[in-house]
Antibody, heavy 118, light 109 residues
Framework: EVELVESGGDLVQPGGSLRLSCSTF????????MHWVRQAPGKGLEYVLG????????RYAESVRGRFTISRDNSKNSLYLQMSSLRVDDTAVYYC???????????WGQGTTVTVSS | QTVVTQEPSLTVSPGGTVTLTCASS?????????PNWFQQKPGQAPRALIY???NKHSWTPARFSGSLLGGKAALTLSAVQPEDEAEYYC?????????FGGGTKLTVL
């Protein structure tokens, strides 16, 4: 069974940094692109960014350009999101997603909560 | 910035049929936007339903179908069940950037 488990969410002050992790199980991680999507409290979904199997990132959402970086370690079956210069409006649940090919995304993690507040 | 628009809310009776749509501020939605659809119930992570316009995942109930309709992406639910009450999000691809719609809250009443 495919499973994605996010971790690293925390309370952080504006301007701070945080690194999220996504541990994956049940599939050949190195063969699939992966993505991060976030959801602010009471709001809709926002695509953040993604990465292909070779480590090339997709085009960034304007809201995170220059502040967020995605990476992966295929030897550890893990995905990461490095966030810096965090702002209050980055407060959200961050979800890790698996790509399924053919322009689809199939499996979601349960999410990890990032709160940016002073 | 590209905007993807969905109906804010819809209501359907159990056993009925409802179509949710997904429009793009750039014009007609075509297959080249590779529409995806997701379902989210309160307190849960979203779940994928449809990808690349009309392809279903292995867990997607047969009553859900995706298509293009009148220049928009569409998600049709037939023989609606009470458990289909949820928020539904579409996602479109724009030159490598993926953008979600604002979501449609579907009430089954």
């Amino acid at each position: 069974e495919v499973e994605l488990v996010e971790s690293g969410g925390d309370l952080v002050q504006p301007g701070g940094s945080l690194r999220l992790s996504c541990s994956t199980f049940g599939f050949t991680f190195r063969s699939f692109s992966m993505h991060w999507v976030r959801q602010a409290p009471g709001k809709g979904l926002e695509y953040v960014l993604g990465i292909d199997p070779n480590g090339q990132s997709t085009r960034y959402a304007e809201s995170v350009r220059g502040r967020f970086t995605i990476s992966r370690d295929n030897s550890k079956n893990s995905l990461y999101l490095q966030m810096s210069s965090l702002r209050v409006d980055d407060t959200a649940v961050y979800y890790c997603l698996k790509d399924c090919g053919d322009y689809g995304m199939d499996v979601w993690g349960q999410g990890t909560t990032v709160t940016v507040s002073s | 910035q590209t905007v993807v628009t969905q109906e804010p809310s819809l209501t359907v009776s159990p056993g009925g049929t409802v179509t949710l749509t997904c429009a793009s501020s750039t014009g007609a939605v075509t297959s080249g936007y590779y529409p995806n659809w997701f379902q989210q119930k309160p307190g849960q992570a979203p779940r994928a339903l449809i990808y690349n316009t009309g392809n279903k995942h292995s867990w997607t109930p047969a009553r859900f179908s995706g298509s293009l309709l009148g220049g928009k992406a569409a998600l049709t639910l037939s023989a609606v069940q009470p458990e289909d009450e949820a928020e539904y999000y579409c996602l479109l691809y724009y030159d490598g950037i993926r953008t979600f719609g604002g979501g449609t809250k579907l009430t089954v009443l």
